[in-house]
């Protein structure tokens, strides 16, 4: 059987409140509703997403799935929980900085209790971020890497596989899904469990940890962490990210 709570439960988990007012909209006007969205919507997830709502509709009315929908989408807007911080690597002042980057990464991995992305340009195998990530792996987490590759982009020069032992799902941006030549997969994002995210300038170096000049911003709670998470994994549903 399925329950319309719990599918409502676990899309709210995976999507941002736009997309949960859509899916409401829909849900509200029935089966031909989300038929008509699902036809039309450009993201496997929404339209998966129509699917299950379709099949709930075998079990509540349009009314109170499109109610429940629409409950969540507004809790997730008006959530009073989020925690933005700054990140920084490099020469300290009198100003104040509430966390460094090397020890932000390790610690999001360490409290990780499902899921980790990791996004890099350039990526070294570090002692203590590889640490984290293998005493993550050890708990179970899924741990989904995308990292660039001399393969897709000429230019990026290091040729090896960063973290060679660890239990991670690869992925890749190839050089056939790129608009042009010499495109680099050049985003650096930590995502936790959908509910944390750090975005920044740091490359998974020990330059990068130590010596250099980063700044990120490190997102607590809301939306953003959620969509970041979802528009990464819809990239690799469509093909534009493949498995290596």
């Known amino acids: 059987m399925t329950d319309p ?14 997309d949960l007012y859509a899916l409401s909209v829909a849900a509200g006007g029935g ?11 450009s993201s496997n997830i929404i339209r998966r997403a129509c699917s299950q709502l379709i099949a709930c509709l075998a079990h509540c009315s349009p009314d109170y799935l ?3 929908l629409a409950a969540v989408a ?19 002042t009198r100003i104040t900085s509430s966390r460094l980057t090397a020890h932000s990464i390790t610690t999001l991995i360490d409290e990780a209790r499902h899921e980790i992305w990791l996004v890099s340009y350039a990526t070294h195998t570090e002692p203590r971020i590889t ?12 741990i989904t890497l995308l990292l660039e590759r001399n393969t897709d982009n000429p230019s990026y020069s290091f040729r090896g596989i960063p973290f060679p032992h660890l239990d991670a799902t690869r992925l890749a941006w190839p050089a056939a899904r790129r608009s042009a030549r010499h495109t680099s997969l050049h985003a650096k994002i930590l995502v936790t ?9 740091a490359n998974i170096t020990g330059a990068a940890m130590e010596t250099n000049l980063e700044c990120g911003i490190l997102l607590r709670g809301g939306p953003h962490p959620r ?6 994994a819809a990239l ?7 498995r290596c």
């Open 227 to 232: 969509a970041i998470r979802a528009h990464l």
């Open 131 to 142: 640490a984290a990530l293998k005493a993550a792996a050890g708990r179970g987490i899924q």
């Open 74 to 92: 507004a809790a997730d807007t008006s959530r009073k929980d989020q925690a933005i911080d700054v990140v920084w690597t490099g020469p300290h």
């Open 236 to 242: 690799h549903e469509q093909g534009d990210l493949i």
């Open 193 to 201: 469990d959908g509910s944390t995210a750090l975005v920044g300038s």
């Open 5 to 18: 709570i719990t599918t409502v439960q676990a899309l709210a988990r995976e999507l941002p409140s736009q």
């Open 66 to 68: 499109a109610g429940a």
């Open 31 to 41: 089966i031909d509703r989300l038929r008509d969205l699902r036809a039309q919507a």
